[in-house]
């Protein structure tokens, strides 16, 4: 068949003519990849899966009900365009309930959007021209470089090194790149290294965000899952409404992956540039959707039980990890512990990188974890594992364990 017009059409910023043609396997594809071979040639084991990103647990039942009866109800069915106001309330009296942030104004300080995924790609939008920067972390997570980049904007990406902390160095910006800078893009909890952020480094941040007049956006998708402190805000931090917002989801905290509910809270100018962009997009989540988040928000003992469960099993699996020989610490935040990979095994097999290290352990052990190499060489486990209950978790892990005793590891 000859080739399709279309294939000449498609923009630059997917890769243009060559979009679709570019047979470079990219990590998860990999991992995928790998995992499916495993299970093909070791039917009889069991495949130990820490690589996912996402809960194991479903929403609350009382979340579902609330969900089922606001479905049937007539009123729900329309669009929602920037969002119920009881949505925002909910979302106001949550930030003073969790964090003690009080004073902020549901109808110009917050609005709901489809995941935090979608704020985060829509944000540039509001503040990006072509030739702007927008400043991320490295190892992260993208979206809001992408999309600056789609744009016609740059993404400046700052390494996360475990000798500071994992917070990004700042004074290291290059002045050009500085002065070019819009946007800061922060993740804590972060993804994938597991650091929170302190309270020194956030005074910091508003700081540098002044004297370089740049926009934060403080991705908090992992903020009510701390461990051993209690979860903290970056709006907390003094004038940190003068420069930026926060944005809070309820997929990691309540369990709701799948159903898209996120709001961007903080300084109105950037919440109104988000509402623009956002109203220029969709129409609003569902507003059933909407009414259960509140029941969410409302009920801070699901919270409470879910970092139970991932902080028992993130204490289980750093005492596993060490047995083996990881270099395992408990993380202040998510639900990830993320270590530097094994160099090799004794009197064996090299991995030169996290990506060889990661695929020897789906191939081999049928352990699956996801490999980050952008500074340094680090795998990362998530507590998100399948176990029914404490029994069944403590078998998995235990399993684990003995399959990676079997291997002498060199770090
Ligand atoms: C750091 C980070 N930000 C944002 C998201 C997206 O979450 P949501 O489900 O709210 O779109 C994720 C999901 O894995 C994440 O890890």
């Known amino acids: 068949m000859s080739e399709s017009y279309i294939q000449k059409l498609f923009a630059d910023r997917i890769g243009g003519e060559k979009f679709g043609k570019d047979t470079t396997i990219y990590k998860f594809e990999k991992i995928k990849r790998a995992k499916r071979a495993a299970i093909d040639a070791n039917p009889e084991m069991e495949m130990i899966d820490m690589g996912v990103g996402e809960p194991d647990w479903m929403a609350d039942p009382s979340v579902v009900e609330t969900l089922a009866k606001e479905a049937a109800k007539p009123e729900n069915r329309w669009y929602t365009d920037n969002g119920l106001p009881e949505f925002k309330e909910a979302a106001v009296k949550y930030m003073a309930d969790i964090f003690g942030i009080t004073g902020l104004d549901a109808s110009t300080q917050v609005n709901h959007s489809i995941g935090s995924k979608p704020a985060l790609a829509m944000m540039p939008s509001g503040f990006i021209n072509p030739g702007d920067v927008t400043l991320m972390t490295v190892p992260g997570y993208p979206v809001m470089g992408t999309h600056t980049e789609f744009l016609g904007g740059e993404a400046y990406n700052m390494p996360l090194k475990k000798e500071n902390g994992f917070l990004p160095n700042l004074d290291e910006v290059p002045l050009e790149v500085l002065s070019r800078a819009k946007l800061l893009c922060l993740n804590y909890p972060n993804n994938p290294t597991g650091a929170i952020a302190t309270t020194t480094f956030y005074d910091k941040v508003v700081r540098f965000a002044k004297d370089n007049n740049l926009v934060v956006i403080q991705d908090a998708a992992y903020a009510a899952l701390v461990y051993g402190a209690e979860p903290t805000s970056f709006l907390k931090v003094d004038g940190a409404l003068d420069v930026g917002v926060e944005i809070h989801s309820l997929s990691k905290a309540y369990n709701m992956t799948g159903w898209r509910l996120a709001f961007v809270v903080g300084n109105p100018l950037i919440v109104s540039a988000f509402a623009n962009v956002k109203d220029n997009n969709d129409s609003g989540q569902f507003a059933a959707i909407q009414k259960a988040g509140i029941k969410a928000l409302e ?108 291997v002498n590891f060199e770090f």
Do not use: H
Request: proline content about 5%; some cysteine.
């Open 299 to 406: 009920t801070p003992a699901i919270t409470k039980r879910t970092v139970a469960k991932y902080e028992r099993r993130l204490k289980l699996m750093v005492d596993m990890l060490r047995g083996a020989g990881f270099d395992a610490e408990m993380p202040g935040g998510t639900f990830y512990l993320y270590l530097p990979s094994p160099k090799g095994i004794k009197d064996g097999e090299r991995f030169v990188t996290g990506e060889e290290a990661s695929q020897f352990l789906i191939k081999e052990k049928l352990i699956s974890t996801v490999p980050w190499d952008n500074v340094g060489n680090f795998l990362r486990f998530s507590a998100t594992f399948e176990a029914k209950d404490e029994q069944e978790e403590t078998c998995v892990l235990s399993m684990m364990g003995q399959r990676l005793k079997e």
